[in-house]
């Protein structure tokens, strides 16, 4: 890729010059900060046009609440609110279609990627590339289990994946307009955006930053809710664990038929043949073992199909605030997209 590229981009709408999305459950005690920053890194660092698109996902505390007071006394400010908690990437997904800037940044709102390191990303907007996302070098306040499996987890969807994602990212980057319409065109209800980024292509570039400790209030990524994340990013992107099934069938059955070859041998010409119910045993639990992994693996792929053939929408919005022009998700059909 080369330092330098050519700036093709075009106004879109006359809208503003940069939209900044801001997913948000449950964030009460930091989103009054949160939106704090982001106002005063824009006065201070980055004077454009811009707006802000906080997405409530459901929250339960008095997030929307002081959302609708933050908008009330912002022009700058958009507030979406779902029908009820549809997932942090749906949240995203919701901002993308919603943006009328030239270019968007996604950002969480624990404040954990610093606001200011959005000045960065746009220089290189600037530059001529149509993405910039953020690569952390250090992750302040995280445990040394979730380091090492974030770590695994992309070197192995990497290993895993037609598409390389990059290692150490997260949803905290910059988007230009070419790239913001191409995901808007992609309507999968299992989404993980970083790889659906990386997957559109474009001209794209890391941004190596300090990831701080959250400001407050807790992770909304628990060890499960991270587990099926992974789930999602692997078989999203990958048919791999199909073939690493078949290859596993491929070899339970050339034991197997060592197994039975050398039982056939022990029975028909050795009079020392087993008699006990050991070997029959553990093959049982080993076969049974195979059969349900794979049948779990297929099942992953089969629920997948099944969710995007109801063709139910992505997320329901509740609420909207401060909106003039609504950009609107293209209805896709068989067809193609309308």
């Known amino acids: 890729m080369s330092d330098q590229a050519s700036d093709d981009r075009e106004p879109f709408d006359n809208g503003p010059e940069l939209t900044v999305i801001v997913p948000c459950f449950n964030e009460e005690p930091v989103i009054e900060e949160t939106h704090r920053r982001l106002t005063e890194f824009f006065h201070k660092h980055l004077p454009i046009s811009y707006e802000i698109i906080y997405v409530n996902d459901g929250s339960r505390d008095r997030t929307l ?37 030239q270019a968007a940044v996604l950002i969480d709102a624990d404040l954990q990627d610093p606001p200011e390191a959005i000045l960065d990303m746009y220089k290189k907007w600037k530059e ?21 499996t974030a770590k695994l987890f992309y070197r192995l969807i990497n290993k895993l ?33 970083r790889g659906m980024i990386s997957w559109v292509g474009f001209r794209q570039i890391a941004i190596p930053y300090r990831r701080a400790a959250r400001f407050a209030g807790e992770s909304k990524y628990p060890f499960f809710k991270m587990l099926k994340f992974a789930i999602d990013g692997i078989v999203s ?48 639990l ?22 995007e053939v ?14 003039r022009n609504i950009s609107r998700r293209p209805v896709v059909t068989r067809d193609g997209v309308n």
Do not use: C
């Open 161 to 193: 994946s037609d598409v390389e994602i990059p290692v150490d990212t997260g949803d905290f980057r910059l988007m230009d307009r070419k790239v913001i319409e191409s995901i808007k065109q992609m309507p999968e209800q299992d989404r993980f955006l």
């Open 65 to 101: 609440e002081i959302l609708r007071q933050i908008a009330h006394h912002d022009s700058n400010v958009r507030v979406l609110g779902f029908a009820r908690n549809f997932g942090h990437q749906m949240a995203v997904t919701a901002g993308i279609d919603a943006a009328s800037g």
């Open 128 to 148: 001529g590339y149509h993405v910039a996302y953020g690569q952390r070098t250090e992750r302040e306040g995280e445990s040394a289990f979730k380091l090492v």
């Open 286 to 307: 080993f076969l049974g073992g195979v059969q349900m992994i794979s049948l779990g693996i297929i099942g992953e792929y089969v629920g997948r199909v099944y969710r």
């Open 237 to 284: 992107f990958s048919t791999t664990p199909l073939r690493i099934v078949m290859w596993i069938g491929i070899y339970t059955v050339l034991f197997s038929l060592l197994g039975i070859g050398y039982a056939l041998v022990l029975r028909l010409f050795t009079t020392n043949f087993v008699a006990g119910w050991t070997l029959l045993f553990i093959a049982m």
């Open 310 to 323: 109801k063709g139910r929408p992505l997320y329901l919005i509740n609420e909207r605030i401060g909106f």
